[in-house]
């Protein structure tokens, strides 16, 4: 059970200044748990392969990481099971490619590995891979050099054959052109609702009808089962108060990782490339300046050009083709002038010419992803982050007592409380739904909570790790089982929604006749047009996604268009498209990129389906109840 806890690593200053606001609601801040069954245990099996607990639990750590980072996601929320769903996909899909290039002509050369795994950022000291730092690294995380390189080789290979699949994906300059069209077509439209909340009053529901609907769905409507429980609390969190950190550790923290501090630090550039060739002339040189210093003029005229200029002008073929994109990279990755120019520029900065041994390059950075590096800036963060490995690792002393000793006081949590100096808290009437609001979505807590044997024997749960430095065993004190709601009690919000249900109706009917009438040509007057806008597929201009996506599936072939939609909730929704203008095309670098982009959507497409041909003739079987009662959250 602790193995999960020793494998934590980070986070730890976020979790510990919340403890030290909200430690009596320590479980509040709990998104899901670790299932106690152990990292080791298959949450889904591939064939003859399984896919460990920590595999998907470090995957869904990387997904939610990379959307917080982005701004996609509130770092507090729990994990989505969209989430959840697409990291665990990626892991079978991962598998199963990996099966494949197993038995297919894939191979990844010495050679080709040697080069790959020296140039790897994460080795280079002083611009050159160090020996030193390679053994270090792979001490460090408990890696020999054969599995670290057979794991490198094994992704090579994986990349290898998805690469084989983006040759495939082709688009002519004709269907470019037409897809190219369609994305910055344009629209004149109107949109007019007839509300589901205006046919309400004309709706009369009789009581009959309201019994009727009690009567079938008796079933459903019922008072869930309660419990008011107490439980008991061991954190690493809680233990933070009594650790200290002078500044002497902070210092010699920050002097032993400064290396892997500055590289944590990552960029994203992009670069248009004008070369002037191996040993170039001067006159050859020269030409190669005057060409980029005009490409530069015109970006500063115009930087929103810089993109479109790098398709067409850019004499490198692997970034042009992205816009210039060079990708997310660390220091060491580049040539030392071009990695200069990249630290040095701020976000959306574009750099005067800068000479490499390729040529000259024109440099915009684009995103920067990691913190200001300087002792007096991360003390704060380090000492912090010292407190709680201190803390945590005390609590790994403690957490298996704390375990022992509410499972042989079993009908008490006093016991515990009084040896570990904590508080046992209480709740009030908990449903399993509510409770599951409480601890954040575990729903395994939940089921152990709900047990036979905690209603009946009223002892207390064994101590689940419901997440990294989080111990909880709870009992249950009281409970109220399952009641059937009266009439009485719910005969309001039946008649509401038969009204809503009834008056939804109307509203379609009445819309699906105006449709019909407009259609035919004829006037419609009582609805209520908006103003008239020009919208693309970038441009709303107010309108709301249900009238947008509606407002382009209308057919356009005679204007002007009519389309309707039925929606359940608001009512019937009416479109009216008076114009529809095909933008063609002027700038053969933008049409460029449509292509790029298209071609790389078609190349996903063809491994998409791939990987899923794969699957269906796979044997793939997936843990679910584990799936659900998992995961150590980030």
């Known amino acids: 059970m602790l193995d999960s806890i020793r494998s934590v690593a980070q986070g730890w200053v976020g979790k510990a200044l919340l403890a030290l606001i909200t430690i009596p609601f320590a479980l509040f801040g709990i998104d899901s748990y670790l299932s106690s069954a152990g990292s080791n245990v298959a949450i889904a099996k591939v064939g003859k392969n399984n896919i460990s607990i920590q595999a998907y639990d470090n995957a869904l750590k990387n997904i939610r990481n990379r959307l917080q980072s982005e701004g996609k996601i509130d770092p507090a929320a729990p994990d989505l099971p969209e989430m959840k769903s697409f990291a665990l996909n990626q892991l079978i899909n991962d598998q199963l490619l990996d099966d494949e290039v197993k038995h297919a002509n894939f191979a990844i050369s010495d050679m080709q590995l040697t080069t790959?795994?020296?140039?790897?950022?994460?080795?280079?000291?002083?611009?050159?891979?160090?020996?030193?730092?390679?053994?270090?690294?792979?001490?460090?995380?408990?890696?020999?050099?054969?599995?670290?390189?057979?794991?490198i080789r094994g992704d090579l290979l994986a990349q290898q054959a998805q690469e084989n699949f983006a040759k495939l994906g082709f688009i002519s300059n004709a269907r470019a052109e037409q897809a190219y069209q369609l994305t910055n077509q344009q629209r004149v439209v109107a949109v007019a609702e007839i509300k589901t909340k205006d046919f309400v009053d004309q709706v009369k529901i009789e009581p009959a009808q309201v019994r009727a609907y009690y009567d079938q769905h008796k079933a459903k409507l019922m008072h869930s089962e309660q419990v008011k429980i107490e439980f008991l609390l061991l954190s690493a969190a809680q233990l933070i108060t009594g650790v200290g950190v002078d500044d002497a550790e902070v210092r010699k923290f920050y002097d032993d990782n400064i290396d892997n501090i500055k590289a944590k630090e990552q960029r994203r550039a992009s670069h248009i490339l004008i070369g002037f060739g191996v040993n170039p002339t001067p006159e050859k040189k020269a030409?190669?300046?005057?060409?980029?210093?005009?490409?530069?003029?015109?970006?500063?005229?115009?930087?929103?050009?810089?993109?479109?200029?790098?398709?067409?002008?850019?004499?490198?073929?692997?970034?042009?083709?992205?816009?210039g994109d060079l990708g997310v990279q660390g220091r060491g990755y580049f040539t030392p002038?071009?990695?200069?120019?990249?630290?040095?520029?701020?976000?959306?900065?574009?750099?005067?010419?800068?000479e490499?041994?390729?040529?000259?390059?024109?440099?915009?950075?684009?995103?920067?992803?990691?913190?200001?590096?300087?002792?007096?800036?991360?003390?704060?963060?380090?000492?912090?982050?010292?407190?709680?490995?201190?803390?945590?690792?005390?609590?790994?002393?403690?957490?298996?007592?704390?375990?022992?000793?509410?499972y042989t006081q079993s009908n008490s949590l006093a016991p515990a409380a009084k040896a570990f100096g904590s508080e046992v808290q209480k709740s009030d009437w908990l449903t399993r739904e509510s409770a599951a609001k409480f601890f954040k979505d575990n729903s395994k807590f939940v089921d152990l909570i709900f047990s036979v044997e905690s209603l009946k024997d009223r002892r207390n749960t064994a101590a689940m790790e419901v997440s990294p430095n989080n111990l909880v065993s709870a009992r249950v004190v009281d409970y109220k089982p399952a009641t059937q709601k009266s009439f009485d009690e719910v005969k309001e919000g039946i008649e509401a929604l038969l009204k809503l249900e009834a008056a939804a109706k109307l509203a379609s009917t009445k819309g699906e006749a105006a449709l019909k009438d407009l259609r035919a040509g004829k006037s419609v007057a009582d609805l209520q047009w908006t103003s008239e806008v020009a919208v693309d597929r970038k441009n709303a201009e107010g309108l709301t996604e249900l009238a947008m996506t509606q407002a382009f599936k209308t057919d356009v072939s005679k204007l002007p268009a009519y389309s309707g939609l039925a929606d359940?909730?608001?009512?019937?929704?009416?479109?009216?498209?008076?114009?529809?203008?095909?933008?063609?095309?002027?700038?053969p670098a933008a049409e460029k990129l449509a292509q790029n982009e298209l071609e790389t959507a078609l190349n996903s497409e063809y491994l998409a389906a791939y990987k899923q041909s794969l699957r269906e003739k796979a044997k793939v079987t997936v843990n679910e109840k584990l799936l659900l009662g998992s995961t150590e959250n980030n």
């Open 116 to 151: 790959y795994i020296t140039g790897m950022p994460e080795f280079q000291k002083d611009g050159k891979f160090s020996q030193e730092l390679y053994d270090q690294t792979l001490t460090d995380a408990k890696l020999t050099p054969n599995k670290f390189e057979a794991r």
């Open 287 to 323: 030409e190669a300046k005057a060409k980029a210093e005009g490409l530069l003029a015109e970006i500063k005229k115009a930087p929103k050009t810089f993109e479109a200029l790098a398709v067409k002008n850019s004499q490198d073929d692997e970034s042009a083709s992205k816009g």
């Open 337 to 354: 002038p071009v990695e200069k120019a990249i630290y040095d520029l701020k976000v959306n900065e574009v750099s005067n010419l800068v």
């Open 356 to 406: 490499s041994e390729y040529g000259y390059h024109i440099i915009k950075v684009t995103e920067v992803i990691g913190e200001n590096t300087d002792f007096e800036t991360l003390k704060p963060q380090i000492k912090g982050d010292l407190m709680f490995k201190k803390a945590q690792d005390e609590f790994i002393k403690q957490a298996e007592g704390f375990s022992e000793l509410v």
């Open 568 to 587: 359940k909730q608001q009512g019937y929704l009416l479109v009216k498209v008076l114009e529809a203008k095909t933008l063609k095309s002027e700038d």
